[in-house]
């Protein structure tokens, strides 16, 4: 058990800024997060009940990916706050799609686990005059990252920093987790019965007929009021999902189609993953003043 800084070292190849690495030694299980947008680009972790075997890493990163700060990271776990999608609305007009969370510098507060059990740390973000020039609400947030020998959970918390009488503002958070998955026998349930926004379709609102829900053409749909438990199986491999706090969830797989346009996606990279994302995207959280809000995460290798 340890957690432990990667300054500026090089991973996937890359030289990357500051990181931070938590590892279960014994256990094999790793965890990698960047500063740059408490982004998490890698999981490592043995199967369930397979702790002889070598831990796979679990989250795809596009080869090409930026992991020098310079962009968000395409892969991994990009924090999605404090919208999802392109702006609609005119306090977040400034900004480019799903906010700045994603592409701002978090800070290191504390290791608050660190046991034969698991390790736990807590990245934070505050308004910077950067932000301030591009969303000046009073906002905090914190994000804490655990790692278990066969499980890693992400916590969001938004909290509105203002004292009584003052200010209330309205967000949406996203956890855009990329699962490294053989997409072509990918199956996501259940999601049956729910209304969903088919955003390929031209963002009109359908209802889900399929038991399993595969991403073998290009996928981008939001499912509103999911249920917070989701089993993505492929040929080979799966994960289990909870999520809590998060009343959609987001499947999204670009295939060649939409794929290939995208700079920063490797060659092919649309085969190795597909992305489950626990959020508030259909829908808009109101923090008044004082308040605060938690989303939460929890990925089992199996
Ligand atoms: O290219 P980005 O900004 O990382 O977004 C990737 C995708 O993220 C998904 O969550 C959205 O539903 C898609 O519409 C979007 O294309």
């Known amino acids: 058990m340890s957690a432990r800084w990667v300054p500026t070292e090089r991973l996937f190849g890359m030289k990357i800024i500051s990181a931070v ?33 070598p831990p796979k890493e679990r989250l795809f990163v596009s080869s090409k990916a930026a992991l020098d700060g310079s962009k968000p990271v395409r892969g991994g776990i990009p924090v999605v706050f404090p919208f999802f999608g392109p702006a609609t609305r005119p306090e977040h007009s400034k900004m480019g799609q799903h906010g700045f969370a994603r ?32 969303y000046a609400f009073p906002w905090a947030l914190t994000y804490t990252i655990t790692l278990a020998a066969h499980q890693l959970t992400t916590d969001i918390a938004v909290k509105n920093t203002s004292a009584t009488g003052g200010a209330s503002f309205d967000f949406q958070a996203l956890l855009h987790t990329y699962i490294a998955a053989h997409a072509a026998s990918v199956s996501v349930s259940p999601l049956t019965g729910l209304t969903y926004i088919d955003k390929v379709a031209g963002g009109g609102e359908r209802t889900e007929s399929r038991e399993l829900v595969d991403v073998r053409s290009f996928t981008d749909s939001v499912y509103k009021g999911a249920g ?40 092919g990279g649309w085969d190795k993953f597909v992305c489950v994302e626990p959020g508030t995207a259909s829908y808009w959280v109101t923090l008044g003043a004082g308040e605060e809000w938690k989303g939460q995460q929890v990925i089992s290798a199996l």
């Open 21 to 53: 690495l938590c590892a279960l030694d014994d256990k094999g299980a790793s965890v990698t997060a960047l500063l740059y947008g408490a982004t998490v680009i890698s999981w490592k972790s043995p199967s369930e009940g397979r702790d002889d075997a």
């Open 103 to 134: 592409s701002s510098q978090w800070h290191y507060v504390a290791t608050v686990l660190d046991s034969d059990a698991g390790v736990s740390v807590q990245l934070g973000l505050k308004p910077t005059p950067e932000i301030d020039a591009l």
């Open 228 to 267: 917070g438990r989701y089993s993505v199986r492929w040929e080979g491999g799966g994960v289990d999902v909870r999520a809590n706090g998060f009343g959609d969830v987001v499947v999204w797989n670009p295939n060649k189609e939409a794929g290939s346009k995208i700079g920063d996606m490797e060659d």
